[in-house]
């Protein structure tokens, strides 16, 4: 590989792809198993948005785009608000972790 990733982006990439993993997840077996609040839909929407743009962060510091900076602001902002929300409503506890590990690290890359 010809594009060398530094040791915070590669911790960037790392915590983009575990709040994807977390968000999605968390989504699509809690929050549908839970319903009520879990469900409404700018809660899950949200969700969803988060776990796309941490996907998206990731894709794009791992293709070497010098846009990664302007995703990763944007996925910051998403993150910290998906964490508010999950933990708002309750019970999401690993997501809420993932998306404000996941926010300030992409607030590092995007500086």
Known sequence: MTHHLSAEMKACIDACLDCYKACLGTAMHHCIETGGKHTEPKHFRLMSACAEICRTSAHFMLIGSDHHRHVCRECAEICTECA???????GMEDCVAACR?????????AA
């Open 101 to 109: 590990r996941c926010a300030e690290s992409c607030r590092k890359m």
């Open 84 to 90: 508010d929300d999950c933990e708002r409503i309750g």
